[in-house]
């Protein structure tokens, strides 16, 4: 595997207009990419974790009308799915890349999520880089700065986790498109794997 890293070319498949069209961008340019980093990726994680971990490259299957903004490879510790379990994501945006741990409304275990992540959440506020970032939608691109994000906050989006329905929680990190443009594919496999090992305890946490 020779991960060559994303260009602009990859980053203006989300300006092409029409389903179609997007798609035969998107699966010409990004996904042999994604293909690449879940070959890349998925025997890390597994180390990491300590679970069997399996990539699931984004199909977009169900989309008829609207093309997709985004696109990913997820990480979770079951060979079907991943949007029920706790799971990693490496994809992109337009604007930006995400590196993201991620809890999504689909899961069915929220609330003893939540609860893990509570008990630990002194620990999760404190050791967190300042320049990653959280999310509680990952249908829009927009991250509030850790920085940014008092411990009450996070607090009450941590309860929101355990009480909401739609309820979701992502901690990662972007990369703004000129910076992952900038990086060979070996310096951007590098920062990936630095940040998925600040993320992993977020997932030990949850037992």
Excluded at 49 to 75: L, Q, Y
Excluded at 97 to 118: C, H, M, N, Q, T
Excluded at 175 to 186: F, M, R, V
Aim: aromatic share 12%; with cysteine; charged share 25%.
């Amino acid at each position: 595997m020779t991960f060559t890293g994303f260009t602009e070319e990859d980053f203006n498949v989300f300006q092409i207009d029409g389903l179609d069209a997007r798609m035969d961008a998107l699966i010409q340019h990004i996904r042999p990419k994604l293909t690449d980093l879940a070959e890349y990726f998925t025997p890390t994680l597994t180390v990491l974790t300590g679970d069997e971990m399996f990539a699931h490259v984004a199909k977009h299957a169900r989309r008829t009308i609207n093309p997709p903004n985004d696109t990913w490879v997820a990480f979770a510790n079951n060979r079907r799915g991943y949007k029920m379990l706790p799971h990693f994501q490496i994809g992109l945006w337009e604007t930006h890349v995400f590196i993201w741990f991620a809890i999504i409304y689909e899961a069915p275990d929220k609330v003893r999520f939540g609860k893990s992540l509570e008990a630990h959440l002194e620990k999760i506020h404190k050791e967190i880089p300042a320049d990653y970032v959280w999310s509680f939608d990952h249908t829009k691109p927009e991250a509030i700065l850790h920085r940014d994000l008092s411990k009450e906050d996070l607090l009450l989006k941590v309860k929101r986790l355990q009480t909401v329905k739609k309820a979701e929680i992502l901690c990662g990190y972007h990369l703004t498109k000129e910076e992952a443009i900038a990086l060979s594919g070996q310096e951007f496999l590098i920062k990936v794997d630095s940040v998925l090992r600040h993320l992993v305890p977020l997932y030990t946490f949850l037992g």
